[in-house]
């Protein structure tokens, strides 16, 4: 093998755990906070159906 080569190797091969813990740190941090926005959104949802059920009870009836 040629020695540029080997030596590019070397170098590369020695950064690729720095590299694979930056993409792992990377999707973790993505999945934690796309579960806090689901977390908020289920509350927003929930504040959401009181609202409309207020509304719904504050509305006059009509005559059926």
Request: aromatic content about 10%; proline content about 5%.
């Amino acid at each position: 093998m040629d020695p540029v080569l080997a030596e590019i190797y070397k170098t590369v091969l020695g950064a690729a755990p720095y590299v694979l813990s930056a993409y792992a740190l990377l999707w973790v941090g993505m999945f934690v906070y796309i579960g806090f926005i689901l977390v908020r959104l289920g509350g927003l949802e929930k504040r959401l159906n009181v609202a409309e059920e207020a509304i719904e009870r504050r509305r006059p009836r009509s005559a059926e």
